[in-house]
Structures are given as C-alpha cells and as structure tokens.
C-alpha cells in the first residue's frame, strides 16, 4: 500500500512561484501530478517515472512547471513558475506503474489527498 501526502499548496499572485511536495511511503514508482478545479475534470500536469529520467508535461503548465524527485527522501516535487489565475486548483500527487497513457488519471492507483493553490489576479 502506497501512501501521499502533498504539501506546499497555498495563495501565491499571479507571475509568482510555488513549490508542491509529495511525500511518498511504501515504495517508489512513476508518479504524477493532477489537478482539479471546481466544476472541472481532474487535468493532468507532469508525470516523472520512477527513476527520474523520463518527464512529461501538460500543455498548460509546459515551460512553466518542472516535475523532480528525490528518491532518496521518497518525495517528488512540482515547481511551479509564473503561476496564472487559470492555475488555481486543488493539486493531487498519484502513483502508477508502466508508462501508457500517462495523462490519464484512471491509469494511477493510489492518490494524495490533494492541496489547494489558488492564484489571485
């Protein structure tokens, strides 16, 4: 059993940055981050496999977002950069093994709880 726990969500303004933490116990796999808005289908934002060396992105976040891990403290990272009020959702860290369809969020099995980062224009 796989347990998340995402930290590090809050209110920023926009153009500014943020940095989430997803600390990770009962082993290591590929993981990814999501979002959800009120009323909105859960959107996927980067994905990182398990050692790090493969990184995928959503459309919206590309060039803005960076996804990390450190496996040695079990924690993945998603730094955000010149967040926009489109940004605000509540972010999930999820976990999953195999690299198909990394962009959809039925392919994850186990979830954080989610932690919220609203943008203010």
């Known amino acids: 059993q796989v347990q998340l726990v995402e930290s590090g969500g809050g209110l920023v303004q926009a153009g500014g940055s943020m940095r989430l933490s997803c600390a990770a116990s009962?082993?290591?796999?590929?993981m990814g981050w999501f979002r959800q808005d009120t009323g909105k289908e859960r959107e996927f934002v980067a994905f990182i496999s398990r050692e790090g060396s493969i990184t995928y992105y959503g459309d919206s976040v590309k060039g803005r977002f960076t996804i990390s891990r450190d496996n040695t403290k079990n924690t993945m990272f998603l730094q955000m950069n010149d967040l926009k009020p489109e940004d605000t959702a509540v972010y999930y860290c999820?976990?999953?093994?195999?690299?198909?369809?990394?962009?959809?969020?039925?392919?994850?099995?186990?979830w954080g709880q989610g932690t919220q980062v609203i943008v203010s224009s």
């Open positions: 009962g082993g290591t796999s590929s």
């Open positions: 999820a976990s999953r093994t195999g690299l198909v369809e990394i962009s959809d969020p039925s392919r994850y099995v186990f």
